[in-house]
C-alpha cells in the first residue's frame, strides 16, 4: 500500500508545504492514453464515481494515477490513492483507507465513522485500485462516503464495476497500434539503451504488438525480452508459446487468455532456478527486501547466496519491481504475475511449508523491532513495520489457520503493542487483538501480552468498559499462572486509566506498584519509562511539583542515555507543566517548544495537540492574549482527530480554562473569539511552525526532534500518527531470529 509522502520537519523560518495527498512519483514515461484521459478527466467532472474497468494489465492503475495527477490541483483537500489488492479481510477494508488517508484518531468511534466525518467538509479526490476481491464491502462503504461527502470524488480502478448508484463505468480497452508500438520501443530501450528500431523491424514490432493484444503488461514483459532476443525471435517465441499454452477454459475472455500466455511465455523462457524463485516470492504481501527473500525463499535447491543473482534476473525480465522506500530498496510482484507463481506454488506442493517459514520470518522480524524500540533505532523500528504491515497481516492470518499455532497470532499481535500505541494505529490494533483474543487458547505467555496490550489500547480508545475487562483477566491468569511480567503490565496500565478518569491518587499507587514490580523483574523499557512519566504527571496533578519534576528529569536521562525519544517527548511535556505552574514561562516555553517539535516531526497529533495547548498558556501569561487564542483554536482544530479533547479530564482541562479566562479578560469576549476562530483555520504545519517561531523570536531554541519516535499523552499512554521520512535507512541491519527465552522475544517455535 502507498503511505501518504510526509514532509520533514522544516526550519522556523520556513512555511511548510501543506500535504494534500499521496500521490506516487512517475518512475517511467507515461506513453499514449490521451484520448482516454481527456474522456476521464470530462467524466469526473460530471459525476462523482468513476470506474475503469478491464482485463488484468491494461493499465487501469497506471492511468487512474496519471488522471489523478492531472486533476490534482483542482482538489484543495487532495487527491489520495488507496491500494487494496493485499488487503483480504474486509474488516481491513477502512482501517486502509483511514491509513492511506493518513488520518489518525484515538477515540472508540468506529475507523468507518472517522473516515466519514473526515471526508464530509472537504473537497478531495479518492482512488480505489484493486478492490474486485472486496467489491460487496467496498461498494457499501463507497456508497455511505459519496452520500454524506457532498466534495467527494470517487475514481476506482478494478476488473468489474462497483455498482453502486450514479456510478459511470469506463472501460480501458487496450492499446491502439501506435501507443503499443510507443510503448514497446520505449520499454525497449529502457532494457537496451542502444535499441533502435529499422524501418525493416517497424511491421515486426506492430505485429508483435497486435499479437498481444495492445496489453501494457504484455508489451513490457516482452520488451524484457529484448536483452537477450531480438524482435523477429520475440515474434517467433511468442507465436510458438501461444500455441503451446492454450488449454484454458474455452469461455475465458480471449484477452485473459492472452495475458496469461504472455506470463506463461515469461514465465517458460526463465531458468529453472528463476521459475522457483518466482513461485516462492508469491508468498509475500505488498513489498518485501531481499534479507526476506534470501530466509525464505533459500533452500537446497536455491541456496541463499545465489538469491540475488536469480532475483537480478527476474528483476532484469520485469517479473519483479523494485522501489525504493523509507527503509531501503524493496521488491514486489504484480498481483497478476503473483497469482501465476502461486498456482505453481500449489503445484509443488510446499506452499504450506513456504507460508510457514514466511510467518516464521516475520515473527523474528516483530521481535527484534520491539526490542529496537527502546534504542536510536527507534525510528527505524517504526519505519521498517509500516513497510511490512500487509506481510505482518499475513503472519497473523496463518497462525489463525491451525488452532495449535493461534498462540503465534497472539504472540505477534501483542508484540506489535508499539506500533498500534505508538504509530497511531490504534483502531487496527484492536481488530487484531480482538481477533487473536477470539479463539481459546492457554493461558501462556503470549495470550497474556496480548490482553494487556488489548487493555492498553482500550484505554487509549477511551473504551473504560473493554479496558477493566482485559486487564483485570490478564492481572488475574498472571497472578495464577505466576507471570510476574503480565501482572506488571496489568497493573501499570490500570494506573494509566485511573489517571485518564480523574483519579490521581489511586494512579499514583498503582503506577507506584507496577513500577515496583518493574524493578523486581528487571523490565526496562519504553513502557516502563512511561509509567514514570505518567507517575509524574499523577503526581503534579496532586499539587507536588518539585518530585513530578524529579521523576521525569530522572526519566529524560535515562532516554538521552538510551536514545529513546518516543518517551521524551512526554516527559518534556510533563516538566514544561511543572515549570509553567513554578515559575517564569520561559523555562515551560522551550521544555514544550522541544516537545512540540518532537512530536510534529512524527505527526503525532496527540502530542502536538496537548503541547499547544499548554502553549497558549504560556503566551497569555507572557501577556499575548490574542495570539494564546489563535494557537488555542489551532488546537481545536486537531483533536477532533485525536479524540475526546483533553480526555474530557477536569486535571488536562484547567490549563485551558486558565488560559481562555486570561484572553478573555485581556481581549474581550468578541475579539477573543475571533482570534480563536482565525486559529482553527491553521492546519498542523501551519499551527506548528506559528508556535516555534514564536518561541524563537522570545529567544528560545526549541530542540528539533530529529530522530522522535511517536509518543504518547502523559497519563494517557501513546498514540503517534507516523514516522519521519527517510528513518530506517540507516543502521544494523540484523536477520530476525525468535528467540526460544520465554517472556523475552519469540515464542517457542519447536
Avoid at 178 to 186: I, M, T
Wanted: net charge negative; charged share 25%.
Amino acid at each position: 500500500m502507498r503511505h501518504p509522502q510526509r514532509p520533514s520537519p522544516t526550519p522556523d523560518d520556513m512555511e511548510p508545504a501543506p500535504v494534500r495527498g499521496n500521490l506516487p512519483a512517475e518512475l517511467s514515461t507515461f506513453v499514449g492514453r490521451e484520448a482516454e484521459l481527456a474522456e476521464l478527466e470530462a467524466l469526473l467532472g460530471e459525476s462523482r464515481l468513476v470506474t475503469v474497468v478491464g482485463v488484468a494489465g491494461v493499465g487501469k492503475t497506471r492511468i487512474t494515477a496519471r488522471v489523478a495527477a492531472l486533476m490534482e490541483k483542482r482538489y484543495c483537500d487532495g487527491v489520495w490513492i488507496a491500494e487494496l489488492s493485499d488487503v483480504h479481510d474486509p474488516g481491513l477494508l477502512v482501517h486502509t483507507l483511514v491509513d492511506a488517508l493518513g488520518l489518525t484518531d484515538h477515540t472508540s468511534r468506529s475507523p468507518r465513522a472517522v473516515l466519514a466525518e473526515h471526508c464530509a467538509e472537504r473537497r478531495l479526490m479518492l482512488v480505489i485500485d484493486g478492490f474486485e476481491h472486496l467489491a460487496g464491502p467496498c461498494a457499501e462503504l463507497v456508497r455511505e462516503l459519496l452520500r454524506r461527502a457532498p466534495g467527494l470524488r470517487v475514481l476506482a480502478a478494478g476488473r468489474r464495476p462497483l455498482r453502486v448508484e450514479g456510478e459511470v463505468a469506463f472501460p480501458l480497452l487496450p492499446m491502439t497500434d501506435d501507443d503499443a508500438l510507443e510503448l514497446f520501443v520505449r520499454r525497449a530501450g529502457a532494457v537496451r539503451p542502444d535499441f533502435r528500431l529499422p524501418d525493416g523491424d517497424r511491421e515486426t514490432a506492430l505485429e508483435l504488438c497486435r499479437r498481444l493484444d495492445g496489453i501494457p503488461l504484455a508489451l513490457e514483459l516482452a520488451a524484457g525480452r529484448l536483452r537477450a532476443l531480438t524482435t523477429e525471435q520475440v515474434l517467433h517465441r511468442l507465436d510458438d508459446r501461444f500455441r503451446l499454452l492454450t488449454g484454458g477454459s474455452p469461455t475465458a475472455l480471449p484477452r485473459h487468455q492472452t495475458l496469461r500466455t504472455a506470463i506463461g511465455w515469461s514465465h517458460e523462457l526463465c531458468a529453472p532456478e528463476q521459475r522457483l524463485l518466482w513461485a516462492r516470492l508469491s508468498v509475500f504481501a505488498g513489498q518485501f527486501d531481499l534479507e526476506a527473500v534470501e530466509y525464505i525463499c533459500s533452500g537446497p535447491d536455491l541456496p541463499a547466496d545465489s538469491v540475488l543473482d536469480v532475483l537480478d534476473e527476474l528483476l532484469a525480465q520485469s517479473v519483479v519491481l523494485r522501489e525504493d522506500s523509507a527503509v531501503g530498496s524493496r521488491y514486489r510482484l504484480l498481483d497478476t504475475v503473483r497469482e501465476y507463481g502461486a498456482e505453481w506454488l500449489r503445484a509443488t506442493g510446499d506452499a504450506d511449508r513456504l507460508r510457514r517459514r514466511h510467518r516464521d520470518w516475520y515473527l523474528g522480524l516483530a521481535t527484534w523491532c520491539e526490542l529496537d524500540w527502546f534504542s536510536p533505532r527507534q525510528a527505524e523500528a517504526a519505519a521498517r513495520i509500516d513497510s511490512e504491515l500487509p506481510n505482518l497481516r499475513r503472519a497473523m492470518e496463518c497462525s489463525m489457520e491451525s488452532p495449535d499455532e493461534v498462540h503465534l497470532a497472539q504472540y505477534l499481535a501483542g508484540t506489535l503493542w508499539f506500533y498500534w500505541a505508538g504509530c497511531g494505529r490504534l483502531a487496527e490494533g484492536r481488530h487484531w487483538l480482538d481477533h487473536v483474543l477470539e479463539e481459546e487458547s492457554p493461558y501462556d505467555h503470549s495470550r497474556l501480552k496480548a490482553l494487556w496490550v488489548l487493555g492498553y489500547v482500550a484505554v487509549l480508545q477511551g473504551d473504560p468498559v473493554g479496558a477493566v475487562s482485559a486487564l483485570q483477566e490478564c492481572r488475574e491468569e498472571g497472578e495464577r499462572s505466576g507471570d510476574a511480567t503480565a501482572v506488571a503490565y496489568a497493573v501499570h496500565r490500570t494506573g494509566c486509566l485511573s489517571i485518564v478518569a480523574d483519579d490521581p491518587a489511586r494512579a499514583e499507587d498503582l503506577l507506584r506498584e507496577a513500577l515496583g514490580r518493574y524493578r523486581e523483574i528487571g523490565e526496562l523499557n519504553s513502557n516502563v519509562l512511561m509509567a514514570q512519566v505518567e507517575l509524574g504527571m499523577a503526581v503534579a496533578f496532586r499539587g507536588d511539583l518539585e518530585a513530578a519534576t524529579a521523576i521525569c528529569d530522572e526519566v529524560r536521562e535515562i532516554c538521552e542515555d538510551h536514545g529513546e525519544r518516543w518517551t521524551l517527548a512526554y516527559a518534556l511535556h510533563v516538566l514544561g507543566y511543572a515549570a509553567l505552574r513554578s515559575g517564569p514561562s520561559g523555562q515551560a516555553r522551550r521544555m514544550l517548544a522541544e516537545s512540540l517539535s518532537i512530536s510534529h516531526a512524527f505527526h503525532d497529533l496527540l502530542g502536538t495537540a496537548l503541547s499547544l495547548e499548554l502553549l497558549a498558556l504560556v503566551t497569555a501569561t507572557e501577556g499575548d492574549a490574542a495570539e494564546a487564542a489563535v494557537l488555542q483554536g489551532a488546537a481545536d482544530r486537531i483533536w477532533p482527530s485525536v479524540g475526546l479533547p483533553l480526555f474530557g479530564s477536569a486535571h488536562y482541562g484547567r490549563p485551558r480554562v486558565e488560559c481562555e479566562e486570561r484572553a478573555r479578560a485581556q481581549l474581550g469576549d468578541a475579539r477573543y473569539d475571533v482570534e480563536r476562530h482565525s486559529g482553527r483555520r491553521l492546519d498542523v504545519q501551519a499551527a506548528v511552525a506559528r508556535a516555534l517561531r514564536a518561541g524563537a523570536d522570545d529567544g528560545a531554541a526549541p530542540a528539533c526532534g530529529d530522530g522522535a519516535a511517536p509518543g504518547a499523552a502523559p497519563g494517557a499512554g501513546a498514540a503517534g500518527t507516523g514516522t519521519p521520512d527517510g528513518a530506517g535507512a540507516a543502521g544494523e541491519t540484523r536477520r530476525p531470529a525468535a528467540s526460544r527465552t520465554p517472556g523475552r522475544g519469540g515464542p517457542e517455535l519447536g
